[in-house]
Nanobody, 125 residues
């Protein structure tokens, strides 16, 4: 079993920054791709960013490209999401997820087998 715990969410003004963390326990995630997703009230969960097991490959949703950066520290079993230039439309619960393989079609939720409980990000205008 793998437990994923997100942290770092909060309330921030538009234009501000937040750094989310996803700490894994139970098993190492160093051999797995990881992803970040988000879900706003009344909307479906959507892909935000993905990273391969060794950080060689990252992939972003068009909506966050150039503003968000995904990274990981396998020694700490942790994945990060640096979010800059935040907009009110970025308000959502953010979830991290572990993929079954080293890399994959990061947007496809079916490749992920473990999910965190989420952390709330609220961006005020």
């Amino acid at each position: 079993q793998v437990q994923l715990v997100e942290s770092g969410g909060g309330l921030v003004q538009a234009g501000g920054s937040l750094r989310l963390s996803c700490a894994a326990s139970g098993r190492t995630i160093s051999n797995n791709a990881m992803g970040w997703f988000r879900q706003a009230p009344g909307k479906e969960r959507e892909f935000v960013a993905g990273i391969s097991w060794n950080s060689d490959h990252t992939y972003y949703a068009d909506l966050v490209k150039g503003r968000f950066t995904i990274s990981r520290d396998n020694a700490k079993n942790t994945v990060y999401l640096q979010m800059n230039s935040l907009k009110p439309e970025d308000t959502a619960v953010y979830y991290c997820a572990r993929a079954r393989g080293y890399w994959g079609n990061y947007e496809d939720m079916s490749i992920y087998d473990y999910w965190g409980q989420g952390t709330q990000v609220t961006v005020s205008s």
